[in-house]
């Protein structure tokens, strides 16, 4: 069967192949509700989770806040809380530098790295 631009597919099968690599994971993002509804509930869904001591999936959490909204001041200061409980100084200090110069009317962050050096 030759192909020729424009016959090879029908409108529903092309259609169909497109939506199926628009939401390939990775390449497109789905789409969400509104940006503060899904940082909301990211929100919420993290705090869960470091209330179970699931602190792994909750940095990712709040790290994907981060993603839509890089001066989250909430987010960072929950990952360096959960570095902190875990005693990971290192990763503290890093996010605490990253949490300044992302959000830089927040003064806390500097003081709070004043303090572990």
């Known amino acids: 069967m030759e192909r ?3 016959e090879n597919f029908d409108d529903k099968t092309a259609e169909d192949i497109f939506d199926k690599l628009k939401n390939v994971e990775g390449k497109i993002k789905p789409k969400r509700k509104g940006k503060f509804d899904n940082i909301t509930n990211l929100m919420q869904e993290a705090e869960s989770l470091v209330k179970d001591n699931n602190y ?3 940095i990712n959490l709040y790290k994907e806040v981060i993603y839509i909204l890089p001066d989250s001041s909430k987010a960072y200061e929950a990952i360096a809380n959960i570095y902190k409980k875990q005693s990971d100084v290192e990763s503290e200090k890093d996010i605490l530098k990253k949490a300044i110069s992302n959000c830089s009317k927040n003064t806390e962050f500097k003081k709070r790295l004043d303090e572990i050096k």
Request: net charge negative; glycine share 16%.
């Open 4 to 6: 020729k631009t424009g």
């Open 56 to 58: 792994d999936e909750a």
